[in-house]
């Protein structure tokens, strides 16, 4: 006999989100391209306005074990290995963040609309295994909208060239 909750209890939805949370040890920036080339001046070299910094905060690094993982290759010539997928608190974005006097957070910054060839940096982690992410930028090629209402799922390009 089911009581009147249903056969869930109300929180049930929310259960892993406290797991996920957990997880999120590693630093993480998101830049957004400017659509600018980078240019070069002479006695002070190139300049990087190709991208902005949009989103940076704690998140959680993995394979990508779905079937959207693959490699990808052009005229027989590995190109790219989909291989990464980053989640992303929502609402974590420390970019644009209000500090208290103690340097606490207040309020978080806005989150931006991911998108298709953003970059997404490793700034450090406590993961085992995933030091060798560290400074690799990989290339956004689907921000998902996830079935969870706190993560976004950015699926990466690894070992772009």
């Known amino acids: 006999m089911l009581n009147h909750f249903g056969a869930f209890h109300p929180l049930f939805a929310y ?13 993480i920036e998101v830049y957004a ?22 989103w940076r905060g704690h998140g959680r690094v993995q394979p990508n074990i779905d079937w959207r993982a693959r490699d ?5 010539e590995l190109t ?24 606490k957070i207040v ?7 991911f ?7 490793v700034v450090e982690t406590q993961v085992s295994g995933a030091q060798g992410l ?10 998902l909208v996830s079935d969870m209402p706190w993560v976004y799922n950015l699926l990466c390009d ?3 060239r």
Do not use: C
Not at 72 to 76: K, L, V
Not at 93 to 102: F, K, M, R, S
Not at 115 to 121: G, H, L, N, S
Not at 134 to 143: I, K, T
């Open 15 to 27: 259960y892993p989100r406290t797991a996920l949370q957990g997880t999120q040890e590693t630093l």
């Open 33 to 54: 391209p400017t659509g600018q080339l980078a240019e070069w001046t002479p006695g002070v070299g190139m300049s990087d306005t190709t991208t902005t910094l949009v």
């Open 72 to 76: 990808r290759d052009f005229a027989g």
């Open 80 to 103: 790219a290995t989909h291989a990464v997928r980053v989640q992303l608190g929502i609402n974590k974005n420390h970019v644009g963040a209000v500090l208290d006097g103690a340097g």
């Open 107 to 113: 309020t978080y910054g806005d989150d931006p609309t």
């Open 115 to 121: 998108a298709k060839d953003f970059i997404v940096k």
């Open 134 to 143: 560290v400074g690799l930028p990989m290339v956004v090629r689907n921000a």
């Open 158 to 160: 690894a070992g772009t």
